[in-house]
C-alpha cells in the first residue's frame, strides 16, 4: 500500500486543521493505520491509531480530547480532526500502516512497515 498524507499547514493557536492520509494499491480498511508526528532532534511520537478491527482508537494523552481519527472506507482514507491546536502540537505529521499489528504494538513507530511522506503541522502562538 502506497500511502500519502496532506492537510498540514499553518494555523492560529486554538484553530483546527484536518489531515488526511489517503491510500493506493490496497485497501486502507484492511490495515490498521496510525498518525505520529516528531519535530527535529527528537523521536516519532505516537499521536492516534485506528485497528483494522475497528473499535475504539487510542490517542496520545497530549491529544486526547482534542483529536479525532477515522476511518472513510468509500475514499480509501484515514483523517486525523485536530481541534484546539497547541504550538506544542507544531511537527511534521506521519500516518503508517502495517497488516499484522498487534494490540501492544499500536503506539510504537517501528512496528508498521507503511509510512507516508509526511505533512508539516504549525501552530502559532
Known amino acids: 500500500v502506497q500511502l500519502q498524507a496532506s492537510g498540514g499547514g499553518l494555523v492560529q493557536a486554538g484553530g483546527s486543521l484536518r489531515l488526511s492520509c489517503a491510500a493506493s494499491?490496497?485497501?486502507?480498511?484492511?490495515?490498521?493505520v496510525a498518525w505520529f508526528r516528531q519535530v527535529p532532534g527528537k523521536e516519532r511520537d505516537f499521536v492516534a491509531g485506528?485497528?483494522?478491527?475497528?473499535?475504539?482508537?487510542s490517542y496520545a494523552d497530549s491529544v486526547k480530547g482534542r483529536f479525532s481519527i477515522s476511518r472513510d472506507n468509500a475514499k480509501n482514507t484515514v483523517s486525523l480532526q485536530m481541534n484546539s491546536l497547541k504550538p506544542e502540537d507544531t511537527a511534521v505529521y506521519y500516518c503508517?500502516?502495517?497488516?499484522?499489528?498487534?494490540?501492544?504494538?499500536?503506539?510504537?513507530?517501528?512496528?508498521?512497515?507503511?509510512w507516508g511522506q509526511g505533512t508539516l503541522v504549525t501552530v502559532s502562538s
Open positions: 503508517a500502516a502495517d497488516l499484522q499489528l498487534i494490540l501492544s504494538s499500536l503506539r510504537s513507530s517501528k512496528a508498521y512497515d507503511y
Open positions: 485506528i485497528f483494522r478491527s475497528g473499535g475504539t482508537p
Open positions: 494499491g490496497r485497501t486502507i480498511s484492511r490495515y490498521t
